[in-house]
Structure formats: structure tokens, C-alpha cells
């Protein structure tokens, strides 16, 4: 396997991850209750009411499952298929298996700790199947992956859709039909002026959500951030769409969620098939 895709392999696997992670529903901390009127001017209080009912109902499980894909263009371009199991609390932990660049990735996050299997791998871990990279360990050697799962552990994944709560930017669509149950289709849109004019208090957003809202909407030259959401009758959501519009690149993500609240299997690899890449990352191109 070439150094380039080596660099594609796990970039592409842990980009995904975090990606992932971000993007789902579960909710933590904030209130519940709708925003007063008049702190936004394009949804319906209605609306706006029924997404909160359904974070909240989200936060109480714990875990989900979920299949999507992800479509993201310019220099980090990708196409990839994932399928995903996540426990959100009281900790992020994850597996994922990933189809990108013709290539079948294998995630796995438990606690500071990254997994990682993928055809050709194995010329970097004698021959092991998995390679293991500690970010506690790694320090400033994993450089923006260490950064990017910091981000997706220390956030709220509900934070995008809490911030549509307090602009009040959530107008229902319709009813449809997703994955063969009836769902209730919301969106909204997030601009980046709307999202720097946030304040530190606000009725679904802790002051620390705000700011890290904020700080990924400047960092990333986010100009636009679309969600949409299908809520079925149980108040659960059982789809979001995220289309983000940056500077320079595009991310698409289509996630289905289900199985709230069923017990997930996650954790380590058997040790006699992990092989510690640590303290090779600087060697192998993922220092920058």
C-alpha cells in the first residue's frame, strides 16, 4: 500500500468517527423547554416544541445504532458507507465499520483510545490486524486527529440541532415514510452570522456549546450548515440529514438511527491482534 493511502486509511477512518459522533442524537445538559417567542423569526413554536421533545427522549437512551453514508468534497474529498453502534453515556465509546476509497475501514473508540483495521495495515503492524493509537500518549504527534476527537468527545452531538432551537429556525415539512415507519420531517438551516450572534446563554446551548459552536464554525469557514430531521410517532428521531457548506468543502451526511436504548457491544480488540502505532505516527505523514 502506498504512503498515500495509508494516510487515507486512517485519516478517512477517524475523520468519519468524529464526524459520526457529532452528528448523532443524543442530548446532554441544557433545558428542554422552547425558546420565548420572537427569538427566532423563521420556525413555528410548534415545531420547535416537538424537536425538543424528541432530544430529550433521545438523551434518556443512552445508545443508538446507526447506517448512512457521508459525502465530503475538496482536498479531504470522500464517499463513504458507515454503519455505526454508539454508547453516549456516561461516556463516548464507538464501532463503526466504514466503505471509503475502495477500501473497508474498521473503528473502534473507547475512551482516549482509537482502533483502527483496514486491508494493508498490516505492513505497518507486523503484520497484527489492528493498530491502536493512545491520544493521552500521542501528544502533539497525532495533530489534527488528536484535536478532532477532542472536539467529538467534549461535544454535544445535539448541538447543531440545539442551536435551530435557540434561533428558532424549525419549520415542520410534512409526514413521510422512513425506513418503513411514519416520521414527521423537520428542518432548518444555520447560517454562521446566526450562529456568532449566539450568546452564551441560551435556552438548549451551555455556555462551553456555544463557544465550541462558534470556534468550528470560524476554524472551518462554515458559511451554511442545513439539518433535517424525521421524528416517529415514539418521539425518536429515526433520521437526520446534515449538509454543511464551508469555504472550500462540502460534508453531506444522511444518518438512520434505531434501537434506541438497546444494549451495544463495544470495546478493545483481543491485545494479541493490536499493535501499538503511537509512536509511529510521525513517521508514517500524520504529524500535520
Known amino acids: 500500500m502506498s504512503g498515500q493511502h495509508k494516510r487515507i486509511g486512517i485519516g478517512a477512518g477517524v475523520v468519519a468517527l468524529a464526524a459520526l459522533?457529532?452528528?448523532?442524537?443524543?442530548?446532554h445538559g441544557g433545558s428542554s423547554a422552547a425558546p420565548a417567542p420572537g427569538t427566532g423569526s423563521q420556525g413555528d413554536g410548534a415545531a420547535i416544541a416537538l424537536?425538543?421533545?424528541?432530544?430529550?427522549?433521545?438523551?434518556?437512551?443512552?445508545?443508538?445504532?446507526?447506517?448512512?453514508?457521508?459525502?465530503?468534497?475538496g482536498q479531504s474529498a470522500m464517499t463513504a458507507d458507515?454503519?455505526?453502534?454508539?454508547?453516549?453515556?456516561?461516556?463516548?465509546?464507538?464501532?463503526?465499520?466504514?466503505?471509503?476509497?475502495?477500501q473497508n475501514i474498521s473503528?473502534?473508540?473507547?475512551?482516549?483510545?482509537?482502533y483502527l483495521q483496514y486491508p494493508g495495515l498490516s505492513t505497518l503492524t507486523e503484520g497484527k490486524p489492528w493498530a491502536k493509537i493512545d491520544l493521552d500518549k500521542a501528544g502533539g504527534s497525532a495533530g489534527s486527529l488528536s484535536t478532532i476527537l477532542s472536539q467529538a468527545k467534549n461535544y454535544d452531538p445535539t448541538t447543531q440541532l440545539s442551536a435551530l432551537l435557540a434561533t428558532g429556525d424549525v419549520s415542520e415539512v410534512?409526514?413521510?415514510t422512513v425506513d418503513g415507519r411514519q416520521a414527521t420531517h423537520y428542518s432548518g438551516t444555520l447560517t454562521s452570522a446566526q450562529v456568532l450572534a449566539l450568546g452564551s446563554s441560551q435556552a438548549h446551548l451551555t455556555a462551553d456549546q456555544v463557544a465550541q459552536l462558534q470556534s468550528e464554525f470560524k476554524a472551518a469557514g462554515i458559511k451554511s450548515e442545513a439539518i433535517d430531521l424525521w421524528v416517529a410517532a415514539d418521539k425518536l428521531p429515526v433520521e437526520i440529514k446534515i449538509a454543511q457548506q464551508a469555504s472550500t468543502t462540502s460534508v453531506k451526511m444522511d444518518m438512520h438511527l434505531s434501537d434506541w436504548g438497546a444494549k451495544v457491544n463495544i470495546g478493545a480488540p483481543p491485545a494479541d491482534q493490536v499493535?501499538?502505532?503511537?509512536g509511529k505516527l510521525g513517521s508514517i505523514g500524520m504529524g500535520g
Open 21 to 27: 459522533a457529532m452528528a448523532g442524537c443524543s442530548s
Open 51 to 73: 424537536v425538543a421533545d424528541a432530544m430529550d427522549q433521545a438523551g434518556k437512551a443512552d445508545t443508538v445504532k446507526i447506517t448512512g453514508t457521508m459525502v465530503t468534497t
Open 107 to 114: 473503528d473502534v473508540l473507547v475512551g482516549s483510545t482509537i
Open 275 to 278: 499493535f501499538d502505532l503511537t
Open 82 to 102: 458507515l454503519s455505526a453502534q454508539e454508547q453516549y453515556s456516561p461516556s463516548l465509546e464507538m464501532s463503526m465499520s466504514i466503505g471509503a476509497d475502495g
Open 174 to 176: 410534512g409526514q413521510e
